[in-house]
């Protein structure tokens, strides 16, 4: 039993970074596909590895038309990794 819940931890940890990663890399994606500023992509990565419903909401954003529709909250913290200059 110890050795199960060890590797559900052990799990957990590495998918963390991962999944970090994979919103990073759908950031740039989107970006060269749709155009924008690619800058704030890894603050999107890091926002997203320690907030798994926004990592949700962000991986369902595929379109600009997606963007536009994204709740408020979702837009609230996309912001936070593009401040204005």
Same mark, same amino acid.
């Not at 963007?67 to 408020?72: E, F, I």
């Given at each position: 039993?110890?050795?199960?819940i060890? *590797?559900?931890?052990l =799990?957990?940890?590495?998918? &963390?970074? #991962?999944? @970090? ?6 950031? %740039? ?14 603050? *999107?990565?890091?926002? =997203?590895?320690?907030d798994? &419903?926004? #990592?949700? @909401? ?6 600009? %038309?997606?963007?536009?529709a ?14 204005? =200059?």
């Amino acid at each position: 039993m110890h050795k199960l819940i060890a *590797l559900s931890a052990l =799990a957990a940890i590495l998918a &963390g970074p #991962a999944f @970090a990663n994979e919103t990073q890399a759908q950031c %740039e994606a989107y970006v060269a596909e749709n155009g924008g500023d690619a800058s704030g992509c890894a603050c *999107l990565g890091d926002l =997203a590895d320690s907030d798994p &419903g926004f #990592a949700s @909401a962000i991986a369902a954003i595929q379109s600009p %038309e997606d963007l536009d529709a994204a709740d408020q909250s979702t837009k609230d913290k996309i912001a936070v990794c593009y401040p204005p =200059a």
